[in-house]
Nanobody
Framework: QVQLVESGGGLVQAGDSLRISCAAS????????MGWFRQAPGKEREFVAA???????????LYADSVKGRFTITRDNAKNTVYLQIGSLKPEDTAVYYC????????????????WGQGTQVTVSS
């Protein structure tokens, strides 16, 4: 069983930056692709960013077009944690942000994940 626990959300001003975290437990973290998704009120959950398994050597991220250049996904295997750095926050970034894990960057990118976290709320005021 894998547990994913997100943290770091909150109420921020437009233009601010924020880093949210997802701590993983229960399985080998380094050989799992990780992803972030978000769900705004009244909308479907959408892909935000994903990062490949770090046992491949080099890590790299995939991003939704809507967040490219503002969001950065990273991972720290020593802490079993994946991060999402969000810059230049906009009111439309307001959503519950969910962490997820799966086998492979492509499947995670497509939402084919094995485990979800409970989510952390990010609210951006204008």
């Amino acid at each position: 069983q894998v547990q994913l626990v997100e943290s770091g959300g909150g109420l921020v001003q437009a233009g601010d930056s924020l880093r949210i975290s997802c701590a993983a437990s229960g399985r080998s973290f380094s050989n799992s692709a990780m992803g972030w998704f978000r769900q705004a009120p009244g909308k479907e959950r959408e892909f935000v960013a994903a990062i490949n398994e770090s046992d491949e050597g080099t890590t790299y991220g995939l991003y939704a077009d809507s967040v490219k250049g503002r969001f950065t996904i990273t991972r720290d295997n020593a802490k079993n944690t994946v991060y999402l750095q969000i810059g230049s926050l906009k009111p439309e970034d307001t959503a519950v942000y969910y962490c997820a894990t799966g086998r492979g960057l492509g499947p995670v990118r497509s939402g084919h994940v094995n485990y979800w976290g409970q989510g952390t709320q990010v609210t951006v005021s204008s």
